[in-house]
């Protein structure tokens, strides 16, 4: 069955410091969607890239999605200790099953 | 507006008991999706309910079953618990399965 793997499992970083994780899908997908979940809080959605490609911003934020619709990465510039939480991608293949990836927790020291 | 509501938030429970979880979608989406997730992973998929009926099944034993209702709520019923069921248990409602929004979810524990 299809599976998203994400990586890396754990990321601390300094303040002002970038962060990246990368997710990678064993099969093509339609769509992925990236989530964002605090300690103790459920998982919030912060966007969905459609298109071979694709590049989407948001303010500190950008999400790609590749060319063969298989992987995806979100980088966030110069970290603030707001940005902390796991980061989830999740991918849609065929079906209407949404698959998530084990998440990468982000660390942020001030 | 409200969101997307759980309940009960916490539940416990012992090996072989049943329990039934609840939610209730935002006003307007038709589209229920229940996910578990166990400490430390992934929310995983257990069933998608659209317009009542089933759209998609997770890989979960036949002791998961889940129903919609016609105002779009759902419940999702675990009978004979076992200690691995332990779990935060989310519900995520969507137009049509596509951008979801979670609740809060119910911590299930099973003793």
């Known amino acids: 069955g299809q599976q998203v793997m994400q990586i890396p499992q754990y990321q601390h970083v300094q303040e002002g410091e970038d962060f990246t994780t990368y997710c990678n899908s064993s099969?093509?997908?339609?769509?992925i969607q990236w989530y964002k979940q605090r300690p103790g809080g459920h998982p919030v959605f912060l966007i969905q890239?459609?298109?071979?490609?694709e590049v989407k911003k948001q303010k500190r934020l950008t999400f790609q999605f590749g060319e063969a619709k298989k992987n995806s990465s979100l980088h966030i510039t110069a970290t603030q200790t707001t940005d902390v939480g796991t980061y989830f991608c999740?991918?849609?293949?065929?079906?209407?099953?949404?698959?998530f990836g084990k998440g990468t927790k982000l660390t942020v020291n001030p | 507006d409200a969101g997307v509501t759980q309940s009960p938030t916490h539940l416990i429970k012992t090996r072989g008991q049943h329990v039934t979880l609840r939610c209730s979608p935002i006003s307007g989406h038709k589209s229920v999706s229940w996910y578990q997730q166990v400490l430390g992973q992934g929310p995983q998929f257990i069933f998608q309910?659209?317009?009542?009926?089933?759209?998609g099944r997770g890989n979960f034993p036949d002791r998961f079953s889940a129903r919609q209702f016609p105002n779009y709520s759902s419940e999702l019923n675990v009978n004979a618990l076992l200690l691995g069921d332990s779990a935060l248990y989310l519900c995520?409602?969507?137009?049509?399965?596509?951008?979801?929004?979670f609740g809060s979810g119910t911590q299930l524990s099973v003793l």
């Open positions: 099969t093509t997908l339609s769509n």
């Open positions: 309910y659209y317009e009542k009926e089933e759209r």
């Open positions: 890239l459609v298109k071979s490609g």
């Open positions: 995520a409602s969507s137009l049509a399965g596509e951008k979801l929004f």
């Open positions: 999740a991918g849609q293949g065929g079906s209407e099953k949404l698959v």
